[in-house]
C-alpha cells in the first residue's frame, strides 16, 4: 500500500500523485464508502484550513463534510471578502497565517498557479481546489472514482469531453490524469473558439493518447463510453457577448441521448446551467449527483491519506 507515501504532500496537479498512489486511494474511498464507521474518529484535534477565493459549493462542502465524518474541524472562508485578502494581504501571507492554524489548506483561487506559490510558503500541504483554468486535481479523483465504480475499470474506454474545453479546469486535470491508462480514446466536443489548450494537446501526443477534436456531439455520442458534460466557464470570458453567444451551444437532452449506448455514463462536474436538460436527471446512465456523493469519499481518503492516519 503507498498510501503512507501521501503523508504530508501536497496536491497541486493531477500527476502529484502516482498511479499506484493514486488507485490505492480509490481502494480506501470504497472501503469509506462501504463502512461509514471506518476511520470515523481518525482525524481528531486535527484541523482543516479551506480557503475558497471563488465560490464553491461541492468542492468545499465534501471538503469539510469529508472532515468533519473523520472526526476533524474545520474553519476558514468561503469568499475572499470576509479574509484580510480583501484589505490588500498577499497570498504567500495568507498562506502564512493558515499554515500556523491548520494541519492541511484545501484552497480555490482565481489566479492559475495560486496553489502551486502556496504549496511553495505552506509549512503544512496545500489541496488544489481549482486555480483559475488551469486544475482541479480533487475533482479528478472524483471523476476517476466514479467511473472506476460504474464500469468497474478504467481502461478500454472511449471519453468524450464537451462544452468548454478552453477554460474547464476539469477538463484539464482529467484529461491529463486519463493519459496514464490503458486504452483511452478521448473525443474531445467544442466549438473553435473553446477547444483544449495547447499544452494539453502536447502532453496527451506525448503520451500518445488516441485524440479527435470535433464540433458535433450529435454525430459522436453514440462511439462514447462516458461523456463528460461541462458548462461554458462564464467567469473567465473577457466579453459577454461572446459568452452569450456560446453559453447553450451544446445541450444533452433526451433527443440526444437516445443515440447513445445504453450503458454510457454521463459525468458532469456541476455546477449545470443548461447543458444537461432536467429531463436527463431521471435517465439510468445519468450519473452527476452519484459522482458528487463519491466526491466526498475521495476526499476522505485523500485527507486520512495526506494526514497520515491510514
Ligand atoms: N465541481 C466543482 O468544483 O463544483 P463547485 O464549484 O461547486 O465546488
Known amino acids: 500500500m503507498a498510501l503512507s507515501d501521501l503523508k504530508g504532500r501536497s496536491l497541486v496537479e493531477p500527476d502529484d500523485f502516482t498511479l499506484e498512489e493514486t488507485e490505492s486511494l480509490f481502494l480506501l474511498a470504497e472501503k469509506i464508502e462501504k463502512d461509514v464507521k ?3 474518529e481518525s482525524c ?3 484541523l482543516l484550513a479551506t480557503l475558497f477565493f471563488e465560490p464553491s459549493t461541492r468542492t468545499r462542502l465534501s471538503f469539510e463534510a469529508a472532515m468533519l465524518r ?5 474553519l476558514g472562508f468561503a469568499e475572499p471578502g470576509s479574509s484580510s485578502a480583501s484589505k490588500g494581504e498577499s497570498l504567500a501571507d495568507t498562506i502564512r497565517m493558515a499554515a500556523c492554524y491548520a494541519d492541511t489548506i ?3 483561487n482565481p489566479k492559475e498557479g495560486a496553489a502551486l506559490l502556496a504549496s511553495r510558503y505552506s509549512d503544512v500541504p496545500v489541496i488544489n481546489a481549482g486555480d483559475g483554468g488551469h486544475h482541479h486535481p480533487t475533482q479528478t479523483l472524483t471523476d476517476l472514482l466514479t467511473i472506476k465504480r460504474l464500469s468497474g475499470k478504467i481502461e478500454n474506454l472511449t471519453v468524450g469531453f464537451c462544452g468548454d ?5 476539469t477538463v484539464h486535470s482529467l484529461a491529463k490524469s486519463l493519459a496514464r ?3 483511452i480514446k478521448m473525443i474531445f466536443i467544442s466549438p473553435a473558439e473553446l477547444v483544449l489548450p495547447d499544452y494539453l494537446k502536447s502532453i496527451l501526443k506525448k503520451a500518445n493518447v488516441d485524440f479527435e477534436e470535433r464540433e458535433n456531439l450529435d454525430k459522436s455520442i453514440s462511439e462514447i463510453d462516458v461523456l463528460y458534460m461541462t458548462r461554458v ?3 473567465r470570458f473577457f466579453n459577454e457577448d461572446d459568452y452569450i453567444r456560446l453559453k447553450d451551444i451544446y445541450v444533452l437532452d433526451s433527443g440526444k441521448i437516445a443515440l447513445a449506448k445504453k450503458n454510457m455514463i454521463v459525468l458532469h462536474p456541476l455546477p449545470r446551467v443548461n447543458e444537461i436538460s432536467v429531463e436527463i436527471d431521471s435517465d439510468p446512465r445519468a450519473a452527476y449527483f452519484k459522482q458528487a456523493k463519491y466526491g466526498m469519499y475521495a476526499r476522505m481518503a485523500l485527507l486520512a491519506s495526506i494526514l497520515g492516519v491510514v
Open 233 to 235: 466557464q462564464r467567469e
Open 38 to 40: 471506518y476511520l470515523r
Open 165 to 169: 474545453l478552453r477554460f474547464g479546469r
Open 70 to 74: 473523520l472526526g476533524g474541524s474545520c
Open 181 to 183: 491508462y490503458k486504452n
Open 106 to 108: 484545501v484552497m480555490r
Open 44 to 46: 481528531r484535534g486535527r
